[in-house]
């Protein structure tokens, strides 16, 4: 009985610090646009073959380079096809790659830092040293090693990504387990006969998900723009599927004389950009008041 009423006591404790989490966030103008984009974002990706006014593949090439109009708001490439549908299909791609490659470098990366930080000593040091040297290396230039290296796809994209990310999210599980490891609780679970491995899972892990949850939050739109990067200089995603740089890639050769080709699937880079860093800087706020202060 005493259980169940602590336990109760628990849910309502977390359903308040969710409520003021979401007031805080709420008073925050700018995340709360930035929520909006990213939603708009999600709901045009998951959505896309009803909100697309055209199929995005299908060429026309008795209208090309047709400029913005009643018929095509955005005009249309040098194949005919829609801009309009072929930027709202590329933003499910951008989306797919960029959280397969967060979900694979949050998973290896976590797991390496939540190691190296409770267990320390020599495994420690060596995974570290590892890290150092991947960190060494520019995240964007790992992803042209291991992308040139793979081949292109999406797949292989976002592991070429997810690469150059790794080091970033195990230092940072690294940092967040070294600041938790010694507290009380750690040590009763020591105490009780609980695993290591059990320990990390049930006790380290949840209580590093608010930092985590913001970099993600980041990262995410970083992941984007190094997407499109990838498929601007040809080793990111396969033509034909839409993908913004490699759109971008097509309308520059072309931006003196039809500057629609090239200008929307920049503005469609740049929105998801701005709104995943206003969105992450107002979650930050939102779960740690004292960092905006």
């Known amino acids: 009985m005493t259980a169940d009423r602590q336990r109760g006591s628990d849910e309502m404790k977390k359903r308040g610090q969710m409520r003021d989490i979401w007031r805080r966030l709420r008073r925050n103008k700018l995340a ?47 194949y005919g096809r829609d801009i309009l549908s072929r930027i709202i ?10 959280l397969l ?23 420690d040091t060596v995974l570290m040293r590892v890290m150092d040297v991947f960190m060494a290396i520019p995240g964007f230039l790992l992803a042209v090693c291991v992308s040139a290296a793979l081949g292109t796809g999406i797949i292989n994209t ?49 209580n590093t998900l608010s930092p985590i949850i913001v970099d993600t939050t980041l990262r995410i739109g970083a992941c984007i723009l190094m997407i499109s990067s990838l498929s601007f200089i040809g080793l990111g995603v396969k033509p034909p599927e839409a993908e913004w740089g490699s759109m971008l890639a097509a309308g520059r050769q072309y931006i003196r004389q039809y500057w629609h080709m090239a200008t929307f699937p920049g503005l469609a880079i740049m929105a998801t950009l701005f709104g995943f860093n206003l969105f992450g800087d107002g979650l930050r706020d939102a779960l740690d008041p004292r960092l905006k202060r």
């Open 158 to 206: 976002a592991v070429a990504i997810a690469v150059g990310t790794v080091p970033g999210y195990a230092r940072l599980m690294r940092a967040l387990v070294l600041s938790i490891r010694d507290q009380e609780y750690i040590e009763a679970a020591r105490v009780s006969g609980v695993s290591k491995f059990a320990i990390m899972i049930t006790e380290i892990v949840p």
């Open 32 to 78: 709360m646009l930035g929520l909006v984009i990213i939603l708009i974002l999600i709901l045009a990706a998951i959505f896309a073959r009803f909100i697309a006014p055209y199929d995005h593949t299908a060429q026309d090439l008795g209208n090309t380079f047709a400029k913005p109009s009643l018929q095509h708001l955005m005009g249309t490439d040098d």
């Open 89 to 98: 299909f590329g933003g499910r791609i951008s989306l797919l790659v960029a």
């Open 101 to 123: 490659a967060i979900a694979m470098a949050l998973v290896i990366g976590g797991l390496i830092g939540v190691w190296a930080g409770f267990l320390g000593g020599r495994s």
